[in-house]
């Protein structure tokens, strides 16, 4: 059965970096896209970034374009999201995805972990 696993979330202080990372296990990921998504409170789960199967092909919400970077490690079955200068506005749960039909829509998205919180002060 195939699993995602996000881990690496937490409470942080604006400006401050986070390291989101997504395992996944009961299948190889390596020849699919990969993607992360985020939820606050009340909104709708929304594109962070995504990344292609062999790492070339990358792309990025304009709100955190400059400050988030997706990366994967197909060896280890391993997706991360690098995050820097952080927003009380990043704040929520981040999902990591993966085999999707397009890499925006979260509906297009074949599997999905249980999320990790992020909270970020002010």
């Known amino acids: 059965q195939a699993q995602l696993v996000e881990s690496g979330g937490g409470l942080v202080q604006a400006g401050d970096s986070l390291r989101l990372s997504c395992a996944a296990s009961?299948?190889?990921?390596?020849?699919?896209?990969m993607g992360w998504f985020r939820q606050a409170p009340g909104k709708e789960r929304e594109f962070v970034a995504a990344i292609g199967w062999r790492g070339g092909t990358i792309y990025y919400a304009d709100s955190v374009k400059g400050r988030f970077i997706i990366s994967r490690d197909n060896a280890k079955n391993t997706v991360f999201l690098q995050m820097t200068s952080l927003k009380p506005e990043d704040m929520g749960v981040y999902y990591c995805?993966?085999?999707?039909?397009?890499?925006?829509?979260?509906?297009?998205?074949?599997?999905w972990g249980q999320g990790t919180q992020v909270t970020v002060s002010s």
């Open positions: 009961g299948r190889s990921f390596s020849t699919t896209t």
């Open positions: 995805a993966a085999d999707p039909r397009s890499y925006y829509y979260s509906g297009d998205y074949r599997y």
